[in-house]
């Protein structure tokens, strides 16, 4: 099992930015690809961005391709999410997860294991 601890977020203005981290237990990180995934008040929890094990493959949802970043440390057990460029339509609970295994392909669905989320607010 891993648990998992996101920090970073708060209140920005449009057109800021925050990174946002999340800390990950356990001595097999490297063996799970990671994600950021963010739900707004009365819809669905819809991913964000993923990054495989090896951090060599990533995806991005089309509404923050070219604004956000992910990345990760496998030394330090940490996955990022760097946010630019920020619009109020950020706004949402963000979610670090985890995926077991070692795929190539930094995967979008099926994640295992989730931190309690973070509160990100873009004001206009």
């Known amino acids: 099992q891993v648990q998992l601890v996101e920090s970073g977020g708060g209140l920005v203005q449009a057109g800021g930015s925050l990174r946002l981290s999340c800390a990950a237990s356990?001595?097999?990180?490297?063996?799970?690809?990671m994600g950021w995934f963010r739900q707004a008040p009365g819809k669905e929890r819809r991913t964000v961005a993923t990054i495989s094990w090896s951090g060599d493959s990533t995806y991005y949802a089309d509404s923050v391709k070219g604004r956000f970043t992910i990345s990760r440390d496998n030394a330090k057990n940490t996955v990022s999410l760097q946010m630019n460029s920020l619009i109020p339509e950020d706004t949402a609970i963000y979610y670090c997860?985890?995926?077991?295994?070692?795929?190539?392909?930094?995967?979008?669905?099926?994640?295992?294991?989730w931190g309690q989320g973070i509160q990100v607010t873009v004001s206009s």
């Open positions: 997860a985890a995926k077991y295994g070692r795929l190539s392909a930094a995967p979008v669905l099926g994640y295992d294991y």
């Open positions: 356990g001595r097999t990180f490297s063996s799970y690809a």
